[in-house]
């Protein structure tokens, strides 16, 4: 089975811009979950969908939105992006929700905002 | 905030065992741990998850004490590949999605 594909894979914006990152999950997998990365605050959890609906939300600003296709694909969008945007954003996908299958991460797009 | 405790780093021997130890004080009833681990410029991996009883796969056996407290990720033969951060999170069922990584604990596997 393909794994989780993320692309672009980097990106450079500038500020005030937008953008839009794409993930496949695994094929099957009907949960996607967004994280973002960045050396000061590590790993945290944007959102999750599940069958085109979006099932939990991290603290992040209003800027930041997703969306789930019927086959499972996902986007996530950027509005107005700032300096502190640039990070690693990592897509991920499982099985089922509220159960324990874990998740199964892409390898992310490395966006920077200058 | 992260519920669980790691030191920030170890090394170890290839070939030799790697015992990575989290604490897990306020872990709940329904709360599963979990093990990803994530390699430079890649993203996390998942290698484990267990309940209560002790867990074992092709990657690694996951040792959780019997008042769930605390538990061990034993890689049995180390290598070189297994260099990374490896991350132990504790997490509802129902919130597998949503998962609070800390910051986890360097592994460096040394020839």
């Known amino acids: 089975k393909a794994g989780v594909t993320q692309t672009p894979r980097y990106l450079i914006k500038t500020r005030g811009q937008q953008v839009t990152l794409s993930c496949s999950p695994i094929?099957?997998?009907?949960?996607v979950s967004w994280y973002q990365q960045t050396p000061g605050q590590g790993l945290q959890f944007l959102f999750e969908?599940?069958?085109?609906?979006?099932?939990n939300k991290g603290n992040f600003p209003g800027r930041f939105s997703g969306r789930q296709f019927s086959n499972s694909r996902s986007e996530m969008n950027v509005s107005t992006l700032e300096l502190g945007d640039s990070a690693l954003y990592l897509c991920?996908?499982?099985?089922?929700?509220?159960?324990?299958?874990?998740?199964?991460f892409g390898n992310g797009t490395r966006l920077t905002v200058t | 905030d992260a519920k669980t405790t790691q030191p920030p780093s170890m090394d170890c021997a290839e070939g030799r065992a790697a015992n990575l130890p989290c604490n897990h004080s306020t872990i709940s009833g329904n709360e599963y741990v979990y093990w990803y681990r994530q390699i430079h410029s890649q993203g996390p991996q998942y290698i484990i998850h267990g309940l209560k009883n002790n867990e074992t796969n092709e990657m690694a056996s996951l040792i959780i004490t019997e008042d769930r407290k605390s538990s061990t990720l034993i890689l049995p033969h180390a290598t070189l590949r297994d260099t990374a951060v490896y991350y132990c999170?504790?997490?509802?069922?129902?919130?597998?999605?949503?998962?609070?990584f800390g910051k986890g604990i360097t592994l460096s596997v040394r020839p």
């Open positions: 094929s099957g997998h009907r949960s």
């Open positions: 969908y599940f069958s085109e609906t979006q099932r």
């Open positions: 999170i504790v997490s509802e069922a129902g919130a597998n999605s949503k998962l609070t």
């Open positions: 991920a996908s499982s099985h089922q929700t509220g159960v324990s299958s874990p998740l199964h």
